[in-house]
């Protein structure tokens, strides 16, 4: 269950980050970037392949330092204070890094190693988070590589973290392998922990998240609820007519902008859809019920009305002028 607005006022800020800007040479790789994130909610940071995501992300667990700007973690100041607020932060940048030729447990041993506090029952405890119990005792080398991703998530979980940062967690994984990851990152959500998550994966970040900032180009370009920012822009309806003529020049009447090329605002597998009476409209001012008996009174026969909410690709295509991404 997704945390409404006046539910998420009332959460804990774990990440908060103000007005961050990266320099190198002359150029600002990262230019002004504000967001926050709250326990136990899902924070999607999307954009495409170099819009700054993974910089940013080095910037939040101290990898590099930023130009300008403050990251604060659980209320301590990554760069004045790092030690205190990483103790809270569980991450995987880029690729886990596991040994192979030990087993899952042996790694989750070494790295325990390097934290204090992390007893045997601990390890047990994040084994059995990542589902992995069956296969912990078999070297890494024979895991595939959903299973890896588990073991890298179980390791950043070692120490308790209050938040945990995924960069392109769904990388090179199956589709079973990706439903089954977005399934677990619910569950550490749905116990209160916070978790930030880069992609360059719409569809990922439509299904996983509760907010979103888009970032492209170093710039932050919205920040928001998934289904705020989605339903704030402009809904589309499919109407099927016959005859399709005498259908459009009512709905035209009626305050109906006609968007001539569908295929640019509509997903590729709704497009896919349309025949020869389709007529797509933006969201008109008279409300569907009230046009429906307008058109059968004329004789229109309407076949079917559907409301199409835009995607985050939309979206991220309208705000960036037609920028790639997947």
């Known amino acids: 269950m997704h945390p409404s607005g006046e539910e998420r006022s009332n959460l804990a800020t774990v990440l908060s980050v103000e007005h961050l800007r990266k320099k190198i040479g002359k150029k600002w790789i990262i230019d002004d970037v504000t967001f926050d994130v709250k326990s136990g909610e899902i924070f999607g940071f999307l954009g495409p392949n170099g819009a700054g995501k993974t910089t940013t992300i080095r910037m939040l667990v101290d990898l590099i330092k930023p130009t300008e700007g403050k990251v604060q973690i659980c209320g301590y100041d990554v760069n004045r204070d790092p030690e205190r607020a990483l103790a809270f932060v569980g991450s995987i940048v880029e690729n886990p890094e596991v040994y192979p030729y030990l087993t899952g447990w042996e790694n989750l041993q070494h790295f325990a190693r390097m934290q204090s506090g992390i007893d045997e029952q601990r390890i047990q405890e994040v084994v059995d988070i990542v589902r992995l119990d069956q296969r912990i005792h078999d ?28 960069d392109e967690p769904t990388n090179g994984l199956d589709p079973k392998g990706i439903k089954e990851l977005r399934a677990f990152i619910r569950r550490l959500a749905e116990e209160g922990m916070a978790v930030f998550v880069s992609s360059h994966l719409l569809s990922e970040i439509q299904l996983l998240c509760d907010r979103v900032a888009i970032i492209s180009r170093g710039r932050v370009l919205a920040v928001g609820g998934v289904n705020e920012l989605v339903s704030g822009n402009a809904n589309y309806v499919i109407w099927q007519l016959s005859p399709r003529p005498r259908g459009t020049e009512i709905l035209v009447a009626h305050g109906a902008k006609i968007v001539d090329d569908p ?20 969201f008109i001012g008279d409300s569907i019920s009230n046009i429906v008996p307008i058109l059968v009174n004329a004789g229109v026969e309407v076949r079917d009305v559907h409301k199409i909410n835009p995607t985050l690709e939309q979206l991220f295509l309208e705000m960036t002028e037609g920028e790639s991404i997947e």
């Open 263 to 282: 295929h640019t605002v509509l997903d590729d597998s709704i497009a896919a859809g349309l025949n020869e009476n389709s007529v797509v409209t933006q």
């Open 139 to 166: 070297k890494v080398k024979t895991y595939s590589l959903g299973m890896r991703q588990r073991l890298g998530i179980a390791q950043a979980l070692l120490g308790r973290p209050k938040l945990l940062i995924l």
